[in-house]
Each structure stands twice: as structure tokens, then as C-alpha cells.
């Protein structure tokens, strides 16, 4: 499979990300096609959907071996799974699927037509293998079960952020940095209420702790 273009954002990091599509709104990039791809009728009636899938390569997750289980982290990080049955990245083929917002597409002199979107899932320089239109009729299948990851779909921290700490992020960022946090980046079984974490976001390292389901934003270190 041939990469056909990256997705760059405000997460350099992979530890910060939402475990799913979707459930940061706000959370946007920008989609910028290989030259070879930089095709204008390549994208023609693309702007007539609302939102994508993104078939992309969990390219800090490639490996020579495989495992048949792993442990979903909003299991604890303890119970294990079988691995078709998780979203790990940790597959025979590191192969990610994201259901993304299309919000913008541009055409630029210099990269061609680029597509900006919301709702994403992926750290910053992730490859692209292809991009798809989501389709409601075909794709949404609204009495499908769930399995493990109904119990945890809900699952959220309330955040405690200063107002002297938050001033510091640009308004247009603010909400995404809350939706990413109130998902908990820590490893699953991290729960040390003393420990200070960190996460990069945009030009800022937000340091944070957890205590009784509260994250509380300690200090935000600007690059």
C-alpha cells in the first residue's frame, strides 16, 4: 500500500490521544496529499459529504511480531482481549479507521487540495493510506451491540483547570484541550494520585495529576 498523504495537528505525542473518533469534536487537522495525489478532480463532489473515514498506519506501533490478546486500556489495562475483537494498535497490520468531520476543503497553490477535519484520533505526521466518504445509510448501523466498550463508552474525568493556567492556551484551542483531558490520558493502570503527567498540545506541555476521578492542571510550560 502506497501512503497518499499525512495528517498534521496540535498532538506531536501519541500519549494524549482520544482512544476513539469522534469523541473530541473539536480536536482538527489538516490533510495534506504526496504530490502525486495533489490530483484537483481527484477530490471532485467530496465536499458534498459531511464526514470521512480515513484509513491511516499506526506508525509508532509497527512491529515484526504480533500478539493473538491484548488489554484494552479502558479495561484496567488488566483483562485481555482478543486483539480482532480491540481497536489496539498493536495488529498484524498497523492499520488504523477513523470516522472524521470534513469541515474545509481548500485549494492551495502550494499543496494542492487539502482537507481540514474534526473529531480526530491520530497524533501529528500520521500517514494516510486512503480517504473514503462516510456514507449514513450504509455505514450507520444504530441497534448494533458493542461488546466490552459499551460499559466504557461514558467514561470521562471531571477537569480542574486554573484560570491563571488556561488563560495561557489560545481560546481556539481551550475546548480541545479539555475534551483531551477529561478523557484521561494516563496509562490505564497508572493511578498514583501523586504522579505528574505530562502532555504536549500545540506549542504548551500541560503538566496534571489525578485524584478521585478530578485531573487537575498543575502547570502549562510553553515550547
Known amino acids: 500500500m502506497e501512503i497518499i498523504a499525512h495528517i498534521y495537528n496540535d498532538l506531536p505525542d501519541k500519549f494524549g490521544l482520544p482512544r476513539q473518533s469522534g469523541v473530541v469534536k473539536e480536536l482538527a487537522g489538516v490533510i495534506v496529499f504526496e504530490e502525486k495525489y495533489r490530483v484537483r478532480e481527484a477530490f471532485e463532489g467530496i465536499e458534498d459529504f459531511s464526514h470521512l473515514w480515513l484509513i491511516w498506519q499506526f506508525s509508532d506501533s509497527i512491529r515484526d511480531d504480533w500478539s493473538p490478546t491484548v488489554r484494552p ?16 494498535p498493536f495488529r498484524p497490520n498497523p492499520i488504523g479507521l477513523s470516522c ?4 474545509e476543503v481548500r485549494h492551495t497553490e502550494k499543496y494542492g487540495t487539502v482537507l481540514f477535519v474534526s473529531g480526530i484520533d491520530m497524533k501529528s505526521g500520521t500517514p494516510v493510506y486512503d480517504v473514503k466518504p462516510y456514507i449514513a445509510y450504509a455505514d450507520s448501523i444504530p441497534n448494533a451491540t ?13 477537569v480542574d483547570f486554573p484560570p491563571e493556567h488556561l488563560a495561557k492556551i489560545p481560546k481556539d484551542k481551550q475546548k480541545a484541550l479539555l475534551g483531551l483531558l477529561s478523557q484521561d490520558p494516563r496509562p490505564a ?26 485531573l487537575t492542571v498543575t502547570e502549562v510550560v510553553t515550547y
Not at 484496567?76 to 480482532?84: A, L, M
Open 100 to 103: 472524521v468531520k470534513l469541515d
Open 189 to 214: 493502570y497508572h493511578n498514583d494520585p501523586e504522579r505528574i503527567y505530562g502532555v504536549r498540545y500545540a506549542d504548551f506541555d500541560v503538566k496534571f495529576k489525578v485524584e478521585n476521578q478530578v
Open 146 to 158: 458493542e461488546g466490552f466498550a459499551h460499559a466504557v463508552k461514558d467514561y470521562h474525568l471531571t
Open 73 to 88: 486500556p479502558r479495561l484496567g489495562g488488566e483483562k485481555r482481549k482478543g486483539v480482532f475483537a480491540t481497536r489496539s
